[in-house]
């Protein structure tokens, strides 16, 4: 089955200081959804991207789809201790619609 | 609205036992999914649901079953637990591409 590589496992920063992490796929994805979840908690929806090449903003969060559509990265600007959390990217899981395979995480720890 | 809501939070089981895990959703999705969470391996599929009746196999079904009562609901059963077991179940639906996810469940299995 389709598997989707998250790079780094874990990422230590200093507050203020800028975090990126990276998602990669073997086979061209349709589409990619990233995810949050705070420590104790459960995964947010954070947004798709569908188009190649695509670039959306969340305030200080960039996100950024490949101009292949394999891979794609999440970038977070100047952190906060907010931040803090466990980042997921997630690709279609297969024909079934509204199936996803997600990747294994990037852990964000921010040090005031 | 509730959202995605699940019981129990926390378990603990001895090997062997069994229990079922309820989910249930209020915003009328059709899709439903288990997933586990284990350090370092991300979210796991284990079995979901695409419409009300229909049940199909993730990537981790083994030592599971499901049921999808009604379009609400979606519990998730083991028969006999086992420690590889262990983990955080997490329910999930969806009726476009965005899933929303249930608190959890904590599930320690000795």
């Known amino acids: 089955g389709q598997q989707v590589m998250q790079i780094p496992q874990y990422q230590h920063v200093q507050e203020g200081e800028d975090f990126t992490t990276y998602c990669n796929s073997s086979t061209t994805l349709s589409n990619i959804q990233w995810y949050k979840q705070r420590p104790g908690g459960h995964p947010v929806f954070l947004i798709q991207?569908?188009?190649?090449?695509e670039v959306k903003k969340q305030k200080r969060l960039t996100f950024q789809f490949g101009e292949a559509k394999k891979n794609s990265s999440l970038h977070i600007t100047a952190t906060q201790t907010t931040d803090v959390g466990t980042y997921f990217c997630?690709?279609?899981?297969?024909?079934?619609?509204?199936?996803?395979?997600f990747g294994q995480g990037t852990i964000l720890t921010v040090h005031p | 609205n509730a959202g995605v809501t699940q019981t129990p939070k926390f378990q603990v089981l001895k090997t062997g036992q069994s229990m079922t895990l309820q989910c249930a959703q209020d915003?009328?999705?059709?899709?439903m999914y288990w997933y586990r969470q284990d350090p370092g391996m991300g979210l796991r599929l284990i079995y979901y649901s695409a419409s009300e009746g229909t049940t199909d196999k993730g990537e981790v079904p083994n030592g599971y079953n499901v049921s999808r009562l009604n379009k609400r609901e979606f519990s998730l059963r083991l028969e006999s637990a086992a420690p590889s077991q262990t983990s955080v179940y997490f329910c999930a639906s969806t009726q476009g591409y965005e899933q929303y996810f249930g608190p959890g469940t904590r599930l320690t299995v000795t």
């Open positions: 997630a690709g279609p899981g297969g024909t079934s619609y509204g199936k996803l395979t």
């Open positions: 991207l569908v188009k190649s090449g």
């Open positions: 915003m009328n999705h059709n899709s």
